[in-house]
């Protein structure tokens, strides 16, 4: 990016720009190259100019959370990386209306803080989230679920920015399908997700503690929690398990460089330290291959590749 260019869009936030910053300190698989720039910004107004600019001079750019479900490629990303920070980290809770409450989540915010927060003030709906890295853009996007609970079962619709300006959508307006908002892109090209509106019950903060003090249990019990990871690799196929379909061919512990299926369970693939993009890439071959010849299943990634 050309000097002129670099001053230009430092002038848009008030947080410092980072540039040529390695994507391995912002995603959970702790691999990828460096993006041209990491621009954080705390509020729509500094969000909307910042994409404006960008459009406007033709540069790549796309929005993470905490990189929970990317691998960036080991040359990295020739674009701006743009984080949600400050305003988008908020929550705002509606007086209750009977026996329910809506609450406007901040598309940034974290899904634990999301859920710690639900727990204090005793607030039910989105604890099988708990624990689930990464932040509540990217999991309305995927319609991320867990232990019999996923977002669509309590989302009410989201705030968008789009090419047009802000738009509110309804959940009914959402086609959601296990773990994707089916139409996101194709209705809604490069927007970006502002906040979501959920409709939660009031049950007591010993309730919500308990019932996400259990989905935390499992977690520890079933899934790699020491090592880097990017949670589920591969989607379920209908009525299957890709845990269980990994598992039964043999798979776990299987190794490409520094990147194995994890030991404690199959749909996992962790970094042991200093893996690439290319040793993931590899390893998801070949997991492909074994199951599809052995069982005729095709298993599609459910972590996105950039």
């Known amino acids: 990016m050309k000097e002129e260019k670099k001053r230009a869009l430092s002038r848009l936030v008030l947080t410092p720009v ?22 954080q910004v705390v509020n729509e107004e500094e969000l909307a100019e910042v994409v404006q600019f960008l459009r406007a001079e033709d540069i790549a750019w796309r929005v993470i959370g905490r990189g929970t479900n990317l691998v960036v490629a080991d040359e990295g990303y020739i674009g701006v990386i743009i984080l949600l920070k400050g305003d988008f980290a908020t929550i705002s809770i509606c007086p209750p209306t009977g026996k329910t409450v809506a609450a406007t989540v901040g598309a940034g915010i974290s899904l634990s803080r999301l859920c710690k927060s639900c727990q204090e003030r005793g607030l039910s709906g989105l604890e099988f989230m708990y624990g689930i890295p990464g932040t509540l853009g990217g999991a309305v996007i995927m319609n991320a679920g867990a232990w019999g609970g996923e977002i669509s079962d309590v989302l009410l619709g989201v705030s968008l920015l789009s090419a ?28 970006v997700i502002l906040s979501a509106r959920f409709l939660l019950r009031p049950v007591g903060q010993e309730v919500v503690k308990s019932h996400c003090d259990s989905v935390m ?16 690799f591969f989607k379920n196929p209908v009525g299957e398990s890709a845990g269980r379909l990994i598992d039964s061919c043999g798979l776990k512990g299987l190794t490409f460089g520094k990147v194995m299926v994890s030991p404690e369970h199959a749909n996992f693939v962790v970094n042991t330290g200093g893996g690439t993009s290319a040793d993931i890439r590899n390893l998801m071959k ?21």
Do not use: C
Not at 171 to 187: G, K, L, P, T, V
Not at 217 to 232: C, D, E, F, T, V
Not at 293 to 299: A, D, K, N, V
């Open 18 to 39: 980072q540039w040529e910053r390695s994507l391995a300190l912002h995603t959970s698989f702790a691999i990828g190259g460096p993006a041209r720039a990491l621009v």
């Open 286 to 306: 070949e997991v492909q291959g074994t199951v599809f010849r052995e069982t005729g299943i095709s298993l599609q990634p459910e972590v996105h590749f950039i």
């Open 217 to 232: 249990a499992k977690r520890r019990l079933a899934q790699p929690i020491k090592q880097p990871n990017a949670g589920s």
């Open 164 to 191: 047009d300006g802000i738009v509110d959508i309804s959940s009914a307006e959402m086609n959601f399908s296990h773990r994707a908002w089916q139409d996101y892109e194709e209705r809604w090209p490069n927007a």
